[in-house]
């Protein structure tokens, strides 16, 4: 079984308990950071700072490790659900979010859509251009 550090005390209650349950999950494996990395997309360092509760778990990671652990994953990706809500989001090394800055998935969100709009838009107009110009002139 791993030694774990003490998780940050300024991750909040929901964090907490998704950090704690993703920990005794790998300790049930039995796998080390780096073998855990070997059987997932996501590397041994991104493993610590998960664990560490450094920085927040993809949706992902969280079901790669129910995967590798054979465990059931909706009540994990529940938690993760509740812990998304409240991790903190923003700055590096900020220990509180702004209360009005939205959380970063929905920043890449809101980014993604606006790009996906943009390019639809110059599809239609270079389709209208193309069905404007005369095909053969001469």
Known sequence: MTRWRPLP???PREARHLVEQLRALKDRTGLSLAELARRTAYSKSSWQRYLS???QPPRGAVQALCRV???EQARLLALWDLADRTWPHGV???AEPAADAPPAGAEYRRWRAA???SF???VVLLAGLLWVL???SG
Do not use: E, F, H, W
């Open 9 to 11: 005390d300024a991750l």
């Open 53 to 55: 509760g450094a920085k």
């Open 69 to 71: 652990a054979g465990a």
């Open 92 to 94: 590096a090394g900020s």
């Open 115 to 117: 790009a996906l709009v």
């Open 120 to 122: 639809a838009v110059i």
């Open 134 to 136: 005369p095909v053969g």
